[in-house]
């Protein structure tokens, strides 16, 4: 198995990748990820977050630049603080998808990720901590006209592997579905909207290969982009689906698994 020798562009994950189970990041994870961008690669934060979720993780690291986020939907410039391209799911479609859901799913709740915010049905009861400001409830996530950058779904009594078994099918061709943890959780995005789709257009107008990609991630949303990337490793923590298909590994998020494999692409930091 070969390994890509120094990427031009390093495209990682946050939860459960670049961050500790605490959602920090180390002294050694942050030094290797400006070893990188020293050596002239560009770091590429991947991820089912929204913007705002990555500007304090951005903050951590003092890497900015261009982020992908809420898995492909949105292109986010860091530092600017701005939206350069978004891909939402079409109203209608979306309607359909709910509809799907509802019956595959009774009692599912359901949430629409707008980019800047999040629009909550009663049913909708998950709640993310440092995210509650930008929670708010609605009558039905259809009503506001607001873009639907992501419509998530929730259910208590499932998990995610269940939930998506119960309506992949169903939804076929009207979405994209995936999921970014073992809760009962979806996201589900347009038609071909993946973190891999949007990180191939980032390469194109960057004039860089595929194989020139080094990506790291722990859950099914990263499976397309580490399938991509010229070597794309798998966290030691990832999903059982993510290690079935990913073969390169590295350690765990809690062992500094990113930083190992930048240490040896792009030599240890010193200091």
């Not at 939804?171 to 191939?200: F, H, M, N, R």
């Amino acid at each position: 198995m070969s390994i890509v020798i120094s990427p031009r562009i390093v495209a990682t994950d946050l939860d459960g990748t670049l961050l500790t189970s605490t959602g920090t990041i180390t002294p050694r994870t942050k030094k290797a990820l400006r070893s990188a961008r020293a050596a002239g690669a560009e770091i590429v934060f991947v991820t089912a977050r929204a913007p705002r979720g990555v500007r304090e993780i951005a903050e951590q690291t003092g890497i900015t630049g261009i982020a992908i986020c809420s898995n492909g939907a949105v292109t986010y410039d860091v530092a600017a603080d701005e939206i350069i391209d978004s891909s939402p799911l079409p109203p209608e479609a979306a309607r359909k998808v709910a509809a799907a859901l509802a019956e595959a799913i009774p009692g599912v709740g359901l949430a629409v990720e707008t980019g800047r915010n999040v629009l909550t049905e009663v049913a909708y009861t998950r709640r993310v901590s440092h995210d509650l400001a930008h929670y708010r409830e609605v009558s039905s996530v259809f009503d506001e006209n607001e873009p639907i950058v992501k419509l998530l779904a929730m259910s208590a009594a499932h998990t995610a592997d269940e939930m998506f078994t119960a309506v992949v099918a169903a939804v076929e061709g009207q979405a994209e579905v995936t999921y970014s943890s073992d809760e009962g959780l979806l996201e589900i995005s347009a038609p071909g909207v993946t973190k891999a789709g949007a990180l191939d257009r980032l390469c194109g107008e960057r004039g860089v290969g595929a194989g020139e990609v080094v990506a790291f991630g722990d859950m099914p949303n990263d499976l397309a982009v580490l399938a991509y990337a010229g070597a794309g490793y798998a966290m030691a923590n990832a999903h059982h689906l993510v290690l079935a298909a990913i073969e390169r590994r590295t350690l765990s998020n809690d062992e500094d698994g990113v930083a190992a494999v930048l240490e040896d692409l792009y030599g240890r930091p010193r200091g």
